[in-house]
């Protein structure tokens, strides 16, 4: 990983787990406050957002817990681990008239506990009158923050919040990339199997086969779940190790590769996404839907990526969730 430097002014994570730069630009945004520090120190305390900033080979986070926003704990969560911090700072705001509270934590991963209690406990229901005052413009969530910089340019994983529609000979398909920070309520087992990714890093970059266990995770999606070996560098190599016949698709596809699937939209655009989280190492979720053969699909889908050595990638756990997508139906 990427050494953090100093001269960074960090980032700002929200309700939806979105990333702010934290710079004046977003002033507008953020309150009233004439200065950057008043404008972080409102949004940490009145919207319960979470402030990572940098500082040589120190990383400070700032939330309050008592408001703290779950989505934006998490994220947070996600850009720390990002990082090759040496130590790990976390700030409370302090009382009128009193400093900011502190805690130092030699293994950051002991400071990341600190985020994983406060998301726990936060309210998930209250929403603060603050946040009803916020612009309600699209926000491309900094997942990038969770690659290393050698990662970012030759595979970026932002994408535009438009759906990206396609069409060939007669079939069509749209698809919207939406943060994993913010998984729709309609998608709750992809969220648990998210939480489970989570905690099997174990203070790594990524899980690892071991460690998370993928047969046990299969079996809890009921059916709804491929297990693919990316080995290859090529995608159309890719593997179906295992192939969850619970879909609209079919089955009989284990063992075969991704170049060996149906010819179409559908095995293209598999091929573009495997290779994205595979080169960017994060997760993705995605809503598709598709029209292949005259043929409609419909489903919420989660990727995951697994690494034996911690890194680099060497395996995708599949996870979909047939349903109706009026997320895009509306776009």
């Known amino acids: 990983m990427t050494a953090i430097t100093s001269g960074s002014a960090g980032v700002i994570f929200d309700e939806a787990g979105e990333a702010w730069p934290a710079h004046p630009a977003q002033r507008a945004r953020l309150g009233n406050a004439a200065n950057r520090a008043d404008l972080i120190a409102n949004a940490i305390r009145n919207l319960g ?21 779950p989505l934006a704990a998490i994220a947070a969560c996600y850009e720390i681990s990002a990082h090759a911090a040496k130590r790990l700072v976390i700030s409370y705001p302090g009382t009128a008239g009193q400093p900011d509270r502190c805690e130092v934590f030699s293994n950051p991963s002991d400071g990341l506990r600190r985020l994983d209690d406060a998301a726990a406990r936060a ?22 923050c969770d690659t290393p910089e050698s990662s970012r340019k030759a595979a970026p994983v932002m994408r535009d ?5 396609t069409s060939r000979a007669g079939d069509r398909s749209v698809r919207l990339a939406r943060p994993v920070a913010a998984i729709a309520s ?38 709804r779940a491929h297990l693919v070996d990316t080995a290859s560098s090529n995608p159309a190599g890719y593997r179906f190790r295992l192939w969850g016949a619970v879909n609209s698709y079919g089955g009989g596809f284990a063992n075969r590769t991704l170049g060996e699937m149906p010819a179409g939209l559908m095995r293209d655009e598999a091929m573009e996404d495997y290779r994205r989280v595979v080169a960017a190492a ?8 598709m029209v292949e053969k005259k043929v409609s ?6 990727l995951l990526p697994l690494a034996q050595d911690g890194r680099r990638v060497d395996r995708l756990i599949v996870l979909i969730n047939e349903r109706h997508l009026p997320e895009i139906e509306n776009s």
Do not use: C, M
């Open 186 to 223: 309609d998608d709750e087992w992809l969220g648990q199997l998210l939480g489970f990714w989570g905690n099997a890093r174990g203070g790594r970059r990524l899980p690892s086969n071991e460690s998370l266990d993928s047969l046990e995770l299969v079996n809890f999606a009921r059916g």
């Open 49 to 69: 957002f979470v402030h990572v900033e940098p500082v040589r080979d120190v990383l400070l986070v700032r939330f309050e817990p008592s408001v703290v926003r």
């Open 297 to 302: 699909y419909s489903y919420a889908r989660l």
């Open 161 to 165: 919040r438009a759906p990206l529609r």
């Open 282 to 289: 994060v997760p993705s979720y995605d809503l598709i839907s």
């Open 123 to 144: 309210p998930q229901s209250a929403r603060s009158p603050l946040l009803e005052t916020l612009p309600r413009k699209s926000r491309a969530w900094q997942a990038a």
